[in-house]
Each structure stands twice: as C-alpha cells, then as structure tokens.
C-alpha cells in the first residue's frame, strides 16, 4: 500500500509538473510590465549567488501545500551573514525573525516559505540546518527567518503535513537557474484575487550606465483586491473581486539585489516592493499577512571579526531610484507570473479553484491595446 501511495504521488507530481511546464508566461503573450529590461531568466535567480529550492506536496484529496526557501549565497550564512531589511505592508502574518532583522539590518539563515501552521516546524529545520553546517559548532543562539501564507482552504493545513525532512531537502536540493512557478512550494495551495495563486518570479537589470545592479523578486501569492494588469481592470471585467466575493488572504515578497545597499536603503527597497504589488490590486486586507524580505548579495558581514569596523562601499541614496523601479516592476510582474502559471487546483473538502482564465485575459488586454 505504501509503495502504491508513493507512486501515486509520483505521478501527481509528473503531472503537475507537466502542465506547469506547459503553462506561458505573460511576456510570452506578449504583455509587458513597465520599462525596464528583464535578467536572462527573468528570475529571483539572475542576482548571482541566489538559489531556490522547494518541494511540493500534493497528497490524496486533501494535502496542497509545501516549502520554498531562498539562500543569497552558497555559504555559510550564519559566519558571512548579508544586509538585510523586512518592510511590514500589513502585519496579519506570522513572519519569524523579524525583530533582529530589524534591530540589527542583518539576515543569518535561509529564508523560507511555507503554510501557516507549519511556520515552527519550519523555524526547527532552519535550526537543525545551520547548527550542522561546518564552522557551527559553537552557535548557541541563531535568528531563523520564516514567512507564511494560509492555504487553508484548499490544503488540511490543520494536518500540518510539512515536515522538517521537506524543508531540510527544499535546502539541500537549492539551486541557480530557472524557477518553476504556479503551483508548486509554498504555493501550491495558495489562491489569488479570487483564482488560483502560486510561486511566482521576476527581475530586472539596470543598464550599465546606471550601475548594472540586478533586483530579483520572488512571491508567494494568496490575497485578495481587484486584479488589474496593465491598468486593465481584468478582476472587474472578470466578475471576481473583493466585496463582490469574500476575498483575503497575504503576501509574502522576497527582494534580492546585487547593489551595495545597507539595511536602511534596503527598507526603503522593500517599500518600493509593496508599490508594486498595489499595482496589480491588491489591497493589504485587514487579515492580510503582508511582508517584504529584501537583502543584499554584494558583502557579506562576518559573525566574527578582530576589527571593530565594517569597512564596505555603499550605493549613495540618489542613486538608489532605479533600484525602486526594478523592485516595482518585478514585484507587479512576478505577482502576475504566479497567476498565469497556476492551474486549477481542487483539494480539502472537495474545495476547487479555478485558474486565471488567461485566453480571456489575453483578449480584455489585446481590446485595451495593452497587447499590440
């Protein structure tokens, strides 16, 4: 029965992967989210360093949930830990870590994504993970960064089927390259605007002139407004929004960037982040969980040093501007990647959410002559 229950699993698996490989992104429809040029991959991913890992966990009738961690570098982040800021759109979340991020500008484990009700368990692998790595021996005292979203109606999220073994194997199994969106990870029981939501990516390169710095974002999409792409409002010609349909639910935003920032321009990024989710309609409920994790790759701070001073070269404040664009156009985009990527899901309960009826959507933007 148990080898059975596996292969089951498999092919669940298979095939979601299938039609997430089979799904198109925006760009490919032609539709386009402000001015600034896209990373090769148009992914969190195009900030050297930054991996992603995640496991997904699609289990009988009932389990659609699963783990999404990201990791700035492929170090030891707890001895060469990197700058950091979290901006609170809206505080109805259970985001751990948050108060040393915030007193000391400073991010020393991986971030990871997941459900709710498995934010603890998740925090206890974050511990396991670092106090193994090489180097750790003596840590008594470590800072886990945890955020979560509540996939709760279409996941037994009461069941909290996350196990510390998934996110121990989401990290083991980080890497670079392309990032599978939709319904996968953290996002796999997630519903957006009304559809269904997901894991969703995007970033953007500023030209040399301006830097050359790349802002990569990644989103775990699961709130409610009135979807709009393009200035279309698509939720409105769709029938679905808020206050016509019960619709709430969170966000959770993670901005990496190569640009020298501290914590403070780091924080200033982060709220350029939560513009661009306002772009797509969103509205920061009152039971919305609503968080940005934004970090620098370009130095790393030693936990241990013989100096008592940082010395590094950082982006002065007037020239940070472009960097706010990157975070908003990519935060928009990546919001939108989560939808377009997403399938149809049913699961607890009996509970289904249909996915963005995109050849609709495609044709509200082709009328609008948002696509030539």
């Not at 193994?132 to 003596?138: I, L």
């Amino acid at each position: 029965m148990k080898t059975a229950c596996l292969f089951l699993l498999a092919v669940v698996l298979s095939v979601s992967t299938l039609l997430a490989q089979s799904a198109k992104r925006p760009r490919e429809y032609g539709i386009r989210f402000g001015v600034m040029p896209t990373g090769p991959l148009n992914a969190i991913t195009d900030v050297p360093g930054v991996r992603v890992g995640q496991v997904t966990l699609q289990q009988g009738q009932n389990v659609r949930t699963g783990v999404t961690v990201i990791l700035p570098h492929d170090g030891n982040l707890f001895q060469q830990k990197v700058p950091a800021a979290i901006y609170i759109g809206n505080g109805f979340g259970k985001l751990t870590g948050y108060s040393q991020v915030e007193e000391l500008g400073t991010l020393e484990t991986p971030i990871v994504l997941t459900n709710t009700l498995n934010v603890p368990v998740a925090a206890d692998a974050v511990i396991d993970h670092t106090l193994a790595q090489p180097g750790n021996a003596q840590v008594q005292s470590l800072n886990p960064v945890v955020g979560e979203t509540n996939d709760g109606f279409l996941n037994d999220i009461r069941g909290r089927h996350v196990s510390k073994q998934h996110v121990l194997d989401a990290l083991r199994t980080a890497r670079t390259g392309p990032v599978e969106e939709g319904n996968v990870g953290a996002g796999t029981g997630t519903v957006c605007f009304g559809f269904k939501g997901g894991i969703g990516t995007a970033s953007r390169k500023l030209p040399a002139s301006l830097g050359g710095y790349t802002v990569g974002v990644l989103v775990q999409t699961n709130f409610g407004g009135v979807l709009q792409i393009g200035g279309v409002p698509v939720g409105v010609e769709l029938g679905k929004y808020s206050y016509r349909e019960k619709l709430d639910g969170s966000c959770m935003m993670v901005v990496q960037t190569d640009a020298p920032l501290d914590a403070r321009n780091l924080k200033r990024l982060a709220k350029r982040a939560f513009m661009g989710l306002a772009q797509t309609g969103g509205i920061a409920s009152n039971g919305s969980g609503d968080y940005v994790i934004a970090v620098s790759t370009a130095y790393r701070i030693p936990h241990e040093t013989s100096s008592n001073f940082d010395e590094m070269k950082l982006l002065r404040n007037d020239a940070t501007s472009p960097l706010f664009m990157a975070a908003i156009e990519a935060t928009e985009e990546a919001i939108i990647n989560s939808l377009f990527m997403a399938r149809t899901l049913s699961g607890h309960q009996g509970h289904r959410v249909e996915a963005l009826p995109v050849d609709k959507v495609v044709e509200l933007l082709r009328k609008a002559g948002q696509i030539k």
